[in-house]
């Protein structure tokens, strides 16, 4: 049974600094992983989607990578800024359609 | 122009009372779910439907029941709802293997 890991669960950050959040999978028999942004009280928001293919995807100031060998994905966010703060969750994607979720990295962005 | 729409946003309910939750897509997608965020912002599937038909059925208890008149709607129909029930239940459809497009939920509230 897949179980998806995120590190760290709460990150306060001063704007600007670069930084990395980190995901991990115990199976790594996934077909993709994807990285969303959740803000309160709000939807889900689909930031990047790496097929099992790929070893990364960039999307402006967000790069995210894969390797299934470890079973780990990073998702790195250049020149942070305050309107970065929300709750990113790592989620991998496996057959018959199911996705197994992070429990999330909540990020501050402070300015 | 809103991709996955869920209704109604907030519901607030008593105990015992049957209560559904409607959810519509206008991408064309063959699949869509229903997820539930509990009080500790964890996501979990419940159900998914691929073109009408059921494909994914966690456990979940009898009394949440989805039904899918059409590829673009998965409607959720809770019986006899409890305390416990209280959560954010999400909506999103999307095609295998690609990305998925959440709803903004429904904050369901049991009293």
């Known amino acids: 049974k897949q179980e998806v890991t995120q590190i760290p669960a709460a990150l306060s950050v001063p704007e600007g600094e670069n930084l990395v959040l980190n995901c991990s999978f115990t199976d790594s028999a996934i077909y993709n992983l994807q990285w969303f942004r959740q803000d309160p009280g709000k939807g889900l928001t689909s930031l990047l989607l790496?097929?099992?293919?790929?070893r990364e995807q960039t999307s402006g100031r967000l790069n995210a990578s894969l390797d299934k060998s470890s079973g780990r994905s990073t998702l790195y966010i250049a020149a942070s800024q305050p309107g970065d703060s929300a709750t990113y969750l790592c989620i991998s994607g496996g057959s018959n359609y199911k996705l197994t979720f992070g429990k999330g990295t909540l990020l501050t962005v402070n300015p | 122009d809103t991709a996955v729409s869920q209704t109604p946003k907030y519901l607030v309910t008593q105990m015992g009372n049957d209560k559904s939750i409607k959810c519509e897509q206008n991408?064309?997608?063959?699949?869509m779910y229903w997820y539930k965020q509990d009080s500790k912002k964890f996501l979990k599937i419940m159900f998914s439907y691929n073109n009408k038909e059921l494909i994914i059925n966690e456990t979940v208890p009898n009394r949440f029941s989805p039904k899918s008149p059409d590829k673009a709607h998965l409607n959720l129909h809770i019986n006899s709802l409890e305390l416990g029930d209280s959560a954010v239940y999400f909506c999103?459809?999307?095609?295998?293997?690609?990305?998925?497009?959440f709803g903004p939920g429904t904050r369901l509230l049991v009293l």
């Open positions: 790496i097929q099992s293919s790929q």
């Open positions: 999103a459809s999307g095609d295998f293997q690609e990305t998925q497009y």
């Open positions: 991408l064309g997608h063959d699949t």
